[in-house]
């Protein structure tokens, strides 16, 4: 069963806009991690956000916010007063805390294009 | 900055044959995992070398094999390659112990089976 689920294939934002980046995942798994990389053209993973299972308060980091809704099973994320060079592909990711520590597993992602 | 450095960034190969790719973990970095990340796909978990053993290992099959050295570099050897390889294989370090633990990815490495 698919665990991560990035729903927007392609987003198309005006630069200086707020964009929202869905996702949704599926654990059984009481204590987990949820992140969000960045992979631009050149290939490299870049991480963004954490937020943790048990964590009260949404994250937050500079530009980026998730938004968590831990019920609903949710972890958007928010981007605000977008940049040219926030166009990249961006992935949502989770860690269950029984697995190896490294395995991240990862969704389909979002090709996010600024427009200026 | 992350400081994991892959080799080579692009390598082409015949369906048959055995790669080995490279990869130098951040410094202080003591974990390495590798990922393959298809075209159009995000990466999939390939497995993790701590302390020069595998301790973690996706749903990949004997071919796939890595190496840990005492500097923690490793490496992810191929062997009997088939045209369903050919993706971008990311390379990861952490330091594990924390619940947000961080993975720092290299650029990867594209590898093409003809």
């Known amino acids: 069963a698919q665990k991560i689920t990035q729903t927007q294939p392609g987003m198309f934002v005006q630069e200086k806009e707020a964009v929202t980046l869905d996702c949704t995942y599926d654990t059984s798994d009481p204590s987990y991690g949820l992140f969000w990389y960045k992979q631009p053209s050149s290939g490299e993973m870049i991480f963004l956000i954490y937020?943790?299972?048990?964590?009260?308060q949404n994250a937050t980091e500079g530009r980026y916010s998730l938004n968590f809704q831990k019920a609903r099973k949710s972890a958007n994320l928010v981007i605000s007063a977008s940049q040219l060079g926030d166009s990249a592909m961006y992935f949502c990711a989770m860690r269950e805390a029984y697995s190896s520590a490294s395995k991240i597993i990862f969704g389909s992602g979002t090709r996010l294009s600024i427009r200026p | 900055e992350t400081g994991v450095t892959q080799s080579p960034t692009h390598l082409i190969k015949t369906r048959g044959q055995q790669v080995t790719l490279r990869c130098s973990s951040q410094?202080?970095?003591?974990?390495v995992s590798w990922y393959q990340q298809a075209l159009g796909q995000g990466p999939q978990f390939i497995f993790q070398y701590y302390r020069e053993e595998e301790n973690g290992r996706g749903n990949f099959p004997p071919r796939f094999s890595g190496l840990q050295f005492p500097n923690y570099s490793s490496e992810l050897n191929v062997n009997a390659l088939e045209l369903d390889d050919s993706a971008l294989y990311l390379c990861?370090?952490?330091?594990?112990?924390?619940?947000?633990?961080?993975?720092?990815f290299g650029s990867g490495t594209q590898l093409s089976v003809l």
């Open positions: 990861a370090s952490s330091f594990p112990g924390q619940a947000n633990e961080k993975l720092f």
């Open positions: 937020q943790g299972s048990y964590d009260q």
């Open positions: 410094s202080g970095h003591n974990t």
